[in-house]
T-cell receptor, first 114, second 117 residues
């Protein structure tokens, strides 16, 4: 099993450009989440999904869109990139939100917006 | 706003020493407290977790101590090794931000641990 995969590993954008960060998992997990990690800020939840076709907002959703058409994939879209979106983005998948349900994280995408 | 406060931001410990990282929370509805370990260039990975009806959980050299009345919990790493050098995040599980009924994790800001030989 590959676990959680993310592409690309690195990306540089100019302000106003759009892009999609890809996330895929092969563990048949219902739940998936997107986090951003900034120095000294920990991991902050952007959006999450509780199953195909169902998404919801987290702590910092502004500027990001998501969709979940399949169980395996959960892409994160930046419609008009801003320098404030420079960050490391992590995708996670997990089988449920009960006690003991571990979140499995991908390796991350480091995004720089100039 | 849900918060989990973590300290210290960074910690330097000699090999063989004890590393202690502390977290505090305000929301009494939090009901599950995991710790994640992250090595440079990697995603976080679950290290150990505790439920609030337990005061202590030990797995090898790693121990969580939980004080429900004080709303605090801590990670103790005994006999710290250079391979333990990483960033550690505490987290707490609670109802999602939108109140949709799904539980989500709120993370502390992280502690960068350096274990020197």
């Amino acid at each position: 099993n590959a676990g959680v995969t993310q592409t690309p590993k690195f990306q540089v954008l100019k302000t106003g450009q759009s892009m999609t960060l890809q996330c895929a998992q092969d563990m048949n997990h219902e739940y998936m989440s997107w986090y951003r990690q900034d120095p000294g800020m920990g991991l902050r939840l952007i959006h999450y999904s509780v199953g195909a076709g169902i998404t919801d907002q987290g702590e910092v959703p502004n500027g990001y869109n998501v969709s979940r058409s399949t169980t395996e994939d959960f892409p994160l879209r930046l419609l008009s990139a801003a320098p404030s979106q420079t960050s490391v983005y992590f995708c996670a998948s997990y089988p449920g939100t009960g006690w003991g349900n571990e979140q499995f994280f991908g390796p991350g995408t480091r995004l720089t917006v100039l | 706003q849900q918060q989990v406060k973590q300290s210290p931001q960074s910690l330097i410990v000699q090999k063989g020493g004890i590393s202690i990282i502390n977290c505090a929370y305000e929301n009494t509805a939090f009901d599950y407290f995991p710790w994640y370990q992250q090595f440079p260039g990697k995603g976080p990975a679950l290290l150990i977790a505790i439920r609030p009806d337990v005061s202590e959980k030990k797995e090898g050299r790693f121990t969580i101590s939980f004080n429900k009345s004080a709303k605090q919990f801590s990670l103790h790493i005994m006999d710290s090794q250079p391979g333990d050098s990483a960033t550690y995040f505490c987290a707490a599980r609670g109802v999602a931000y939108s109140g949709a009924g799904s539980y989500q994790l709120t993370f502390g800001k992280g502690t960068k641990l350096s274990v020197i030989p």
